[in-house]
């Protein structure tokens, strides 16, 4: 690395939890503190962040049982620092520089050295999706705030232009085969009505002269004297009613054409009004398929933002629902992947103070030990790790509160890669 990093260069911690007194001088890049359950090993990662947190990690009963103060030293180099609290808890906190002076506001500078993923890299691996994606977000400084928004926005004008269009769509009926014999436009009635009147009043004609050639048949048995007025009436009489003699064939048409009109203007309507309920449900799909292609646009640059954007591993993305690795959801990764992941989000998260605390160490197999021990390396960090002790002594070995022991080549072999 070409920056100043800073390590842990020198660890004391007296009475501190079921620690009595140890001091660490660590080597190498993994740091192994190893052995039974109950001996301590915790005590000593949790020294390290309570010295370093304060406030932000917060220890119940720091103080040994029997002891009058409990205390953490941490040589990082270029400054030292002393965290100690007394039974009746008074807490004090010294941050020194190199030349002895004590800086100001000990906690803030320390806060500004520790990062989210200090105390436990693979916190991040057990953080919900959204969360994940959050601390992604800050992490490589991308903003999408904007494209979530418009995204928003777009996604609710489609959900109500598919509520409309399915309703539409419902409204359609089926195409009967009838309406396709049917005029495109509606027949006049007004023509047909006239017609109908014309026929109407021709019939009334034959009425109206039938009855009088019948009263005037009884005029001329009664009135002999007018015999021969009643006579050329009756020729006219007849006459006129011999022009209406089948009045009622036309009159029958009329009725029967209207009335074949009324009908054929009623399908044309359904068949009119359907197509135009057609025609609206094709107006919503297709501006629902254009609002899609809004939100996919969206997508796509926000992916391509996201793409062109520097993160701590290879094929590592998000977006508001979780983090991806290698297009699959984080946690459908392997532990090795996730591993790897949350180690390089804790180094990237914090450039200046390179060390982590991994607990739990032993549910760790010989591949992810591996693993982190190369990337311990590749990255300039200094883990801490905790494992309960299995077959030969490994690391820096606690018993009883206290350093028992110390196998010198277990840090080297971890820088190289190998599990110890």
Do not use: C
């Not at 969206?298 to 062109?308: N, P, R, T, V």
């Not at 030969?392 to 820088?415: K, L, R, T």
């Amino acid at each position: 690395m070409t920056q100043q990093a800073i390590r842990i260069v020198r660890l004391e911690a007296e009475n501190f939890k079921i620690l009595k007194a140890v001091e660490i001088t660590p080597t190498g890049d993994v740091v192994q503190i190893t052995g039974e359950n109950a001996a301590g090993k915790s005590s000593v990662l949790d020294a390290i962040a309570w010295a370093l947190g304060g406030g932000n990690f917060t220890v119940a009963q720091p103080v040994r049982r029997g002891a009058a103060k409990a205390r953490a030293l941490l040589d990082l180099g270029d400054i030292t620092v002393e965290r100690t609290r007394s039974a009746d808890g008074a807490m004090a906190l010294r941050v020194t520089a190199k030349d002895g002076s004590r800086l100001p506001s000990p906690q803030a500078v320390l806060d500004r050295l520790v990062g989210d993923l200090t105390f436990d890299p693979l916190a991040f691996a057990r953080m919900e999706p959204r969360a994940q994606a959050e601390m992604l977000r800050r992490l490589v400084g991308l903003d999408l705030a904007k494209f979530d928004e418009a995204r928003a926005r777009v996604y609710q004008e489609r959900t109500l232009i598919g509520r409309e269009r399915d309703r539409a769509a419902a409204q359609v009926k089926p195409n009967d085969p009838a309406w396709d014999a049917l005029p495109d436009q509606p027949l006049s009635i007004d023509i047909l009505t006239g017609e109908y009147a014309r026929a109407a009043r021709a019939d009334s004609d034959a009425r109206n002269a039938r009855q009088r050639a019948e009263r005037l048949r009884e005029d001329i048995a009664a009135l002999e004297l007018s015999l021969a007025q009643a006579r050329d009436d009756l020729t006219q009489a007849e006459y006129v009613a011999g022009q209406y003699q089948n009045t009622e064939g036309p009159m029958a048409a009329a009725a029967a054409a209207l009335k074949g009109a009324e009908l054929t203007n009623s399908a044309i309507r359904v068949r009119n009004a359907n197509r135009e309920r057609r025609a609206d449900a094709t107006a919503l799909a297709e501006k629902y398929e254009v609002l899609t292609g809004h939100i996919a646009a969206i997508d796509g640059k926000k992916a391509e933002l996201i793409a062109s954007a520097e993160m701590p591993v290879p094929g590592l993305s998000y977006d508001e629902g979780g983090v991806a690795l290698n297009g699959l959801p984080f946690a459908q990764a392997s532990t090795a992947e996730q591993l790897r992941t949350s180690v390089a989000i804790g180094a990237r998260q914090n450039a200046a103070l390179r060390v982590m605390l991994v607990r739990d160490g032993s549910l760790l197999d010989r591949v992810s030990m591996a693993l982190l021990g190369g990337m311990a390396h590749d990255l300039g960090l200094q883990l801490w790790i905790e494992r309960v002790a299995s077959g030969a002594p490994v690391g820096i070995v606690i018993e009883d509160g206290s350093v028992a022991m110390v196998v010198e080549d277990a840090p080297q072999q971890q820088q190289q890669g190998e599990p110890v």
